[in-house]
């Protein structure tokens, strides 16, 4: 085995000998009512309200305006990419179709429309290969920022203030109730009822009140919209689906289109709850929520910035799956071997339900989710790339016949690897050549996580990134011309020509 973490990766994995194929698990079901601390702040809404309407450009670190530009560059990007696939392309024409007031701009096109439309077309599109940064904020806050922005004008420094406070609450709101991660470790299921950041409708119709300049006591009624509209929590039902469809675990476009209508109507006066968070009937009993901790969703707002903590995906995959397509290429890499030398792959990693037949590929969303799909393109030296859920790719021969060398299952370290950092997707490949030899690569962390200096991506390589993902609908000049301007959109007086 090779890697700079050779000693913790057997200390996590000497616990347990090889696992088997995931099997179903019994799921746990939500609490009656969702506990509280103790030391819960009285007033969440009112908090969110008044810090997503107070922070200036002004206050932000040089580094977070730094990671909010690193941010728009990565998120648009994959929108740019989201026009080869079924699902971004027909969310996107839909909305076209639509059409209404030239409002905002849809990205790849030089179509305005109306602004909840435009949304909605651009949150489908950028969260449509599952190439979008962790947590999975961008789809859910962007798109509707950057709808408001250009109907009104806002420059380029509004927008970045948005983005971040946007990001800060989504992610806060998560933290504060998700329990996938919990659920996962403790039975290998997902709970019952659970959704990824749908909740981020509130936390972008905050950022919308900032944005739009609304008093505190205006913007705690479109968060009570927001959350009025936040669509319920079918993760459950959408994991349990193969052959996947065009459906995936955030209705990202109808949440984008929420918050903008949220924020909207609040401008006007249009009330709702003021205290939608607080009450035996707030939003965490009606919701769903099994775990709510309240003091959560407001701690360290405008310190401890989450920005500056995203993960950025090198691979058009489901990041559960991207530490095992790591330690794939790097086999390749260093071992250069060809796929008709390979006799059998184990690939090893956290628990993963997401597909229920990962060796049933026939659309794009199975692709994104399948472990033996994108790790048999990894042993072909194929790019997991805006390409790789391609008909053909899908379809491919070599492809097919790797993928039927493949075992699959749950690293014996996974639970001691999450205890000492959630944030780690151990995973363990070995691959069995035809000469006898047996290959094994490990890893703690997958190639984006931002905690670890050697792991993060760097600027220069977001920009390949986004360069690579816009080329085919911009070309390569004025994808790197778009991705200039963003890195300088402070200096915009509006954000209206920025794509």
């Not at 929420?258 to 919701?287: C, D, I, K, M």
Request: proline share 6%.
């Amino acid at each position: 085995m090779t890697g700079p973490d050779r000693r913790s990766l057997l200390k996590l994995g000497a616990a347990g000998g090889v696992a088997s194929v995931l099997a179903p698990a019994g799921r746990a079901l939500p609490a009656a009512s969702p506990p509280r601390s103790q030391s819960a702040p009285a007033d969440v809404t009112g908090s969110l309200a008044r810090w997503a309407t107070s922070v200036r450009y002004e206050d932000l670190p040089d580094a977070v305006i730094v990671a909010a530009k690193r941010f728009v560059l990565d998120s648009v990007g994959c929108a740019y990419a989201g026009w080869q696939t079924e699902k971004g392309r027909r969310a996107a024409e839909t909305m076209l179709q639509l059409g209404g007031e030239r409002q905002a701009r849809v990205w790849g096109t030089n179509r305005r429309i109306a602004a909840t439309h435009a949304a909605f077309a651009n949150a489908e599109l950028m969260n449509a290969l599952d190439f979008d940064a962790i947590p999975h904020t961008p789809p859910v806050t962007l798109p509707a920022i950057f709808a408001i922005a250009e109907m009104r004008g806002k420059s380029g420094r509004e927008v970045l203030t948005a983005v971040v406070v946007a990001h800060e609450i989504a992610a806060r709101l998560s933290a504060a109730s998700s329990q996938m991660q919990a659920s996962l470790n403790a039975t290998g299921a997902t709970p019952e009822v659970f959704g990824i950041n749908n909740e981020g409708i509130i936390a972008t119709a905050a950022a919308l009140s900032g944005l739009l300049g609304m008093e505190p006591a205006r913007a705690i009624h479109a968060i009570g919209l927001a959350a009025y509209y936040c669509p319920p929590q079918v993760s459950h039902d959408w994991e349990t689906l193969s052959t996947k469809t065009n459906v995936k675990y955030t209705p990202v476009g109808w949440v984008s289109q929420g918050s903008v209508t949220a924020a909207l109507l609040a401008e006007t006066g249009f009330t709702s709850n003021p205290a939608v968070f607080e009450g035996t009937a707030g939003f965490a009993r009606f919701y769903g929520w099994p775990v709510w901790r309240p003091e959560v969703a407001t701690r360290g707002l405008g310190s401890d910035w989450r920005i500056l903590s995203v993960d950025y995906k090198p691979h058009a995959a489901c990041r559960f799956i991207h530490s095992q397509i790591d330690c794939m290429e790097s086999l390749v890499a260093q071992h250069r071997f060809t796929p008709d030398q390979i006799a059998s792959i184990q690939t090893l990693g956290v628990p993963f339900v997401a597909h229920p037949d990962p060796m049933n590929v026939t659309t794009q969303e199975d692709a994104q989710f399948s472990t033996p799909y994108n790790v048999a393109l990894a042993a072909c030296g194929i790019p997991i790339d805006a390409n790789a859920q391609s008909p053909d790719r899908i379809g491919d021969s070599l492809v097919r016949a790797t993928m039927a060398k493949i075992a699959w299952g749950v690293h014996p370290g996974t639970r001691a690897a999450k205890a000492q950092d959630p944030r780690s997707y151990i995973a363990r490949v070995t691959v069995r050549l035809t000469d006898g030899r047996a290959l094994v690569q490990e890893a703690l962390y997958a190639r984006g996580t931002s905690s670890q200096p050697d792991l993060r991506l760097s600027d220069d390589a977001l920009n390949e990134k986004f360069v690579a993902n816009g080329a085919g609908r911009l070309g390569k000049a004025r994808a790197r011309t778009v991705a200039d301007r963003i890195w300088a959109m402070d200096a915009l007086a509006s954000v209206g020509g920025l794509f």
